[in-house]
T-cell receptor, first 114, second 114 residues
């Protein structure tokens, strides 16, 4: 079975600085998708960024980028120029190609200090 | 507006009193699923449905039932709720297939069973 691990229950960063959230996963599949979701206090699940495993290039969405290391099964999220609105719970998730189920990590609560 | 709706958003109930959490989507998605979110565990899939009248167990199905009589609706039924079902519940939907892989989440239902 696939598993996703986020080893940092909480992180904090100063506004305008850069922070990296860690995620590792375990799978025997070669083709899959990885995601980072943001959950603000409103509880809404918001897709931040996604990565296809077959793509070597790391995905980027504005201030959000990932460091995808397929061999190491690592998928970290980097947030640049942190803003107060980035404060949220962040979940890393895995989805096998051809399947619909998302497998989530435990979550990392990110605090932004003004 | 494309969306997944859930009702109620908050519910406090007592042990053993049957309840239903409704989920509806307006995107004509075939795939729908239910997750529960617990601290330190992330989100875990309860049940899913690939289409009308097709449902199957996820990772934590005990104590839950679902039905899929219409494409747009996927209610979650707790016939005899217990305190260990106190959780935050999310409904999600998507189109199956490889090209469209984003899942749309509902706003969540906070359930407390006393």
């Amino acid at each position: 079975a696939q598993t996703v691990t986020q080893s940092q229950p909480e992180m904090s960063v100063q506004e305008a600085e850069t922070v990296t959230l860690s995620c590792t996963y375990d799978t025997s599949e070669s083709d899959y998708y990885l995601f980072w979701y943001k959950q603000p206090p409103s509880r809404q699940m918001i897709l931040v960024i996604r990565q296809e495993a077959y793509k070597q290039q790391n995905a980027t969405e504005n201030r959000f980028s990932v460091n995808f290391q397929k061999a190491a099964k690592s998928f970290s999220l980097k947030i640049s120029d942190s803003q107060l609105g980035d404060a949220a719970m962040y979940f890393c998730a895995y989805r096998r190609k051809g399947a619909q189920k998302l497998v989530f990590g435990q979550g990392t609560r990110l605090t932004i200090n003004p | 507006e494309a969306q997944v709706t859930q009702n109620p958003r908050y519910l406090i109930t007592v042990t053993g009193k049957k309840l239903t959490v409704t989920c509806s989507q307006n995107m004509n998605h075939e795939y729908m699923s239910w997750y529960r979110q617990d601290p330190g565990l992330g989100l875990r899939q309860i049940y899913y449905s690939m289409n009308v009248e097709v449902t199957d167990k996820g990772d934590v199905p005990e104590g839950y039932k679902v039905s899929r009589k219409e494409k747009r609706n996927f209610p979650l039924i707790l016939e005899s709720p217990s305190p260990n079902q106190t959780s935050l519940y999310f409904c999600a939907s998507s189109l199956p297939g490889l090209a469209t892989y984003e899942q749309y989440f509902g706003p969540g239902t906070r359930l407390t069973v006393t």
